[in-house]
């Protein structure tokens, strides 16, 4: 099982971005998929999940700027974030588990950085 993100960068405050994970080696669609984070010298913490009926939830400080959402016949998780802060600064890793908030596989992760 492979989950490769994509589309981290180098924005400004209030840019957007769209975060890609795309999923190889797994039946997707039976997988729910969480995005994570890890800032500089912190733990890596949940950003968003979404389960196989496409119920989503998310960590309150991303909460109506981030969207999660997928595309089972692309094997690809997304996260759409606008109106970023500098405190969005972290690698985003994707990860999916047959259970929820339960995973089996974590992804390589992608950097985000915001500058002010």
């Known amino acids: 099982v492979q989950l490769q993100a994509s589309g981290g960068g180098l924005v400004q405050a209030g840019d957007s971005l769209r975060l890609s994970c795309l999923g190889s080696?797994?039946?997707?669609?039976?997988?729910?998929m969480g995005w994570f984070r890890q800032a500089p010298g912190k733990e890596r913490v949940f950003v968003a999940d979404i389960d196989r009926a496409g119920i989503s939830a998310y960590e309150d400080s991303v909460k109506g700027r981030f969207t999660i959402s997928r595309d089972n016949a692309k094997n690809t998780v997304y996260l759409q974030m606008i109106s970023l802060k500098p405190e969005d600064t972290a690698v985003y890793y994707c990860?999916?588990?047959?259970?929820?908030?339960?995973?089996?596989?974590w992804g390589q992760g992608t950097l985000v950085t915001v500058s002010s």
């Open positions: 990860a999916a588990g047959i259970y929820r908030r339960q995973y089996d596989f």
């Open positions: 080696g797994l039946t997707f669609g039976l997988y729910g």
